[in-house]
């Protein structure tokens, strides 16, 4: 028996990571991110306080803490309004890649029963981190008038740090939620990961201060995390010019491509791994 | 898009393949991986399914029916494009819509509004077209008074009322359905016949993966019986049918044919621990039917014959032939003896062979039994015996109670009436 294969319709060769329908793929992340995003705050009737209240409460212990008690941020400019955006931005982090982690399994009950781009799934988490991150740079926004910020030029920059930040952040999302489907302790490692992360990236502190105290080798080693780097950039591009820029540290315009690079290959590494596994997926389960 | 030619399948599938490796431990970690990175994970490989190649017409209704495990859901979970074959092609023309394992995948912390338009984001529809669906589904469901309740408060009958509604509103070309008619009242079995229906006039095709024989019947232009991953049967519904009963009914049997083949009279699980003080020898013993064939599996109810033949190394006066037939867990429930005869056996010279044989009607249920045959002396001295030398399978077409005693039966009524009469 010949089979010409245009007479039968469409090949089934099971599921994959994107689906072949670009619009459909981002509707279907749409849908997925907005409905979660809906549930977590119309789930209690001050969902959005809650949500809101999480960066703040921490904030405002991290502040009483270090520049009441410590004096951490004495001289800088805006000291508070740098740390609440490294929290923000860190909060953003581990709210896309720690949800991330485990939503394929969350997801178990769609992942066996439909064929659909399983990418989704894990940068539905991404999107549903970044509905929130918005919602946190307003109260961020207003914080930074209140205490006399200023609109300058290189606010445009922050797209960009954004975007660095959305790649690293979806490449590791990718790479755990993959990695978790098959080994069930990657979720406790990241959380391990994650505790060491949040020290190890200049939120409470600023990178003038690593410098100083430890060198500037440390600074550009802490520097290469894109999550550091974004922070960093972020206080100087959209608070004051007196936080280094991340170019600044590696002494040449050049030194910014590190952190960018880092994330691009994230991005790559986890597009990849997870277009490997995720035919294999639902029987994995 | 070309038309295909009117004779077209609607659904082809060529040498699909698939197997699963299952870890024996089923969760592995990172640090097992880290820490021993060598070591070899042991992981049992499980067949699903086996070159199975099969065309289903446009409109045709196909059932797809085996025993648990026989590789029926894997096959529609292939079709669906949710497990992605091994080796093998599929091919669908149209738009198909699955229901698998009672659902369609709902997240039980959304309302009904929700999970549905995750559903159509899922098959690829745009919000208008998902919304307009919304009212069918639920109308057809019968939850208008539920739809902002969260799934996870519905009941089981509701959430796949919820489900199947979900995928037949969809109007697809295809629908691949699983175990939809074992759940469910019988107000919505009738809808899921009436939909049934439905689908056959709108020239739709239907795979329907049942066990649910009164619906292969009635709906199946075709039925497919899958046996450990293969096709064991295609064709008239009806006769598929019959094959399905059979086989599950006596899969003991099944087992035993197969190890009569390696071994034609000692299945390898019997024991056959020797004893006696060796004046005798069981050189074998086996079940026959009233023509003298050899049977290693037996019917409930047949008339059937156990012989054993026996050497005598020393001369022997008055030996006792015994048989015991023990249950699968090791209780005698039927023994034969020729102690219980008027005339003793008589004398036995040394080399002497000899057959004995007992008939009976086999009044066992459906088990294997463990057969001790035994030479002994009245006195209690054992001369042969052989404990559990083989055994032997009883089947019957329904399963039931150990033994099957012949029974009549009737009604004595304290106030008699014109009805029992006659």
Redesign the interface.
């Known amino acids: 028996m010949t ?1 010409d ?11 994959g990571a994107f689906g072949d ?1 670009a619009q ?1 793929f981002w ?2 992340v ?3 991110a907005t ?1 979660s995003f ?2 977590r705050f119309f ?1 209690s009737a001050l969902g959005y306080l809650w949500q809101l209240m999480r960066p703040l409460m921490l904030f405002a212990v991290m502040y009483v803490i270090f520049t009441v008690i410590l004096g951490v941020g004495d001289g800088e400019p805006l000291y508070g309004v740098a740390l609440l955006l490294g929290i923000v931005f860190f909060q953003f982090f581990t709210d896309s890649v720690g949800v991330a982690v485990r939503s394929i399994i969350a ?1 178990e ?8 781009p399983r990418l989704a799934v894990p940068l539905a988490c991404v999107l549903q981190a970044l509905f929130n991150l918005g919602l946190n740079l307003i109260v961020v926004l207003l914080f930074l008038i209140a205490n006399g910020g200023h609109l300058m030029l290189s606010w445009i920059q922050f797209p960009l740090i954004l975007l660095m930040l959305i790649c690293f952040s979806s490449g590791l999302a990718m790479i755990l939620s993959a ?1 978790y489907v ?5 979720q406790p ?1 990241w959380e391990v990961i994650t505790q060491a992360l949040f020290y190890g990236t200049p939120i409470l502190y600023t990178i003038s201060m690593v410098v100083d105290k430890a060198g500037l080798p440390t600074a550009r080693i802490l520097l290469m995390n894109p999550v550091a780097s974004a922070i960093q950039q972020a206080r100087h591009a959209m608070i004051d010019h007196s936080y280094v820029a991340v170019g600044n540290v590696y002494g040449t315009l050049a030194g910014d491509l590190i952190p960018i690079g880092i994330s691009v290959a994230t991005l790559i590494i986890g597009l990849l791994y997870f277009r490997a596994a995720a ?2 997926m ?2 994995r389960l | 898009m ?1 038309e ?2 009117s004779s ?3 659904v ?1 599938v ?1 040498g699909l393949s698939k197997s ?1 490796d299952r870890p024996e431990h089923q ?5 097992e ?1 880290v820490l021993q990175p060598f070591r070899p994970r042991r992981s049992r490989h499980l067949r699903a399914l086996q070159d199975v190649s099969l065309s289903v017409g446009r409109g045709e209704f196909l059932g797809i029916v085996g025993r648990n495990g026989s590789g029926k859901s894997t096959l529609l ?9 091994d080796q093998g ?6 738009s198909v819509s ?1 229901f ?2 009672l ?5 039980p ?2 309302a009904a509004l ?1 999970n549905v ?3 159509a ?4 529809l ?2 208008r077209e998902a919304k307009q669906r919304f009212d069918a589904v639920i109308d057809f469901a019968e939850l208008e008074d539920f739809t902002d309740l969260k799934i996870k408060n519905y009941s089981s009958g509701m959430r796949v009322r919820l489900a199947f509604s979900v995928m037949i509103q969809l109007d697809a070309d295809v629908l691949l359905i699983d175990e939809v008619l074992a759940v469910g009242d019988a107000a919505f079995q009738q809808k899921c016949f009436d939909e049934f229906e439905q689908t056959k006039q709108k020239n739709k095709t239907v795979l329907l993966v049942t066990h649910n024989m009164g619906a292969v019947d009635r709906f199946c232009d075709r039925a497919v019986l899958l046996e450990r991953g293969r096709i064991a049967a295609i064709g008239e519904p009806e006769a598929v049918a019959q094959r399905y009963v059979d086989l599950n009914f006596s899969p003991a049997a099944r087992t035993a044919a197969a190890k009569a083949e390696s071994a034609v009279n000692l299945a390898p699980d019997a024991d056959d621990i020797l004893s006696g003080d060796g004046r005798a020898v069981i050189e074998e013993a086996w079940f026959e039917d009233s023509d003298g064939k050899r049977l290693t599996t037996l019917t409930s109810g047949a008339d059937v014959a156990f012989s054993a033949r026996i050497r005598f190394v020393e001369a022997v006066r008055n030996p006792i032939f015994s048989v015991t037939l023990s249950s699968s867990a090791r209780i005698p429930l039927f023994s034969a003896s020729s102690e219980w005869s008027k005339q003793p056996s008589g004398q036995f010279a040394a080399g002497e062979e000899l057959v004995w044989k007992v008939d009976f009607k086999n009044a066992l249920g459906p088990d294997r039994y463990g057969v001790t045959p035994a030479v002994t002396l009245r006195d209690g001295a054992t001369l042969a015996a052989r404990e559990r030398i083989s055994s032997v399978v009883v089947t019957r077409t329904n399963p039931g109670p150990l033994v099957d005693i012949p029974f009549t039966q009737q009604l004595l009524r304290s106030t008699p009436t014109d009805a029992n009469q006659g």
């Not at chain 1, 294969?5 to 060769?13: D, L, Q, V």
């Not at chain 2, 659902?103 to 997240?107: D, I, K, P, T």
């Open positions: 089979t294969p245009s007479a039968h319709g469409r090949p089934i060769t099971g599921p329908d459909h509707r279907l749409w849908t997925l409905t809906k549930l789930g997801r009950a769609l992942i066996r029963k439909v064929d659909f990695m098959r080994f069930r302790d990657v490692i035919p294999h639902a029987e | 070309s295909p030619n077209s399948a609607a082809v060529e699963f969760v592995s970690t990172l640090k991986q979970k292939c079709l669906a494009g949710i497990y992605r074959a092609k599929i091919w669908i023309n149209g699955t698998i394992e659902g369609v995948g709902f997240n912390e959304l929700d338009m995750i559903n984001a899922m098959l690829g745009s919000r």
